[in-house]
């Protein structure tokens, strides 16, 4: 069954930065598009960004030039490296399989706070 297990969160300060893996398991990683989504306190899930199987990536806005995904297909690893943190990226992010409504993993929760 699809398993996926995201890591790298915690406490950084404004402008700081922090890099999210999710690990694959269960699937075929390499011929699978892959999300990110997260979930702020007290809000709906939000897509963040995905990356397509050549490679191809797209963002939301509120990351546009901050954020970049990506992949290795040999670790079936997905990536999240997350620059200029802002407060109001605070949020449990999540890695999913196929699309933003897709099988996720448990979250690892991101706080951006002085």
């Given amino acids: 069954q699809v398993q996926l297990v995201e890591s790298g969160g915690g406490l950084v300060q404004p402008g700081g930065s922090l890099r999210l893996s999710c690990v694959a398991s269960g699937f075929t990683f390499s011929t699978s598009w892959m999300y990110w ?6 809000k709906g899930l939000e897509w963040v960004s995905h990356i397509n199987t050549r490679g191809g990536t797209y963002y939301a806005d509120s990351v546009k030039g901050r954020f970049t995904i ?26 999913a399989k196929g699309a933003a409504g897709g099988p996720r993993g448990q979250g690892t929760l991101v706080t951006v706070s002085s």
Avoid at 83 to 92: F, G, P
């Fill in 37 to 42: 989504v997260r979930q702020a306190p007290g």
């Fill in 70 to 95: 990506s992949r290795d297909n040999a670790k079936d690893t997905l990536y999240l490296q997350m620059n200029s943190l802002k407060s109001d990226d605070t949020a449990v992010y999540y890695c």
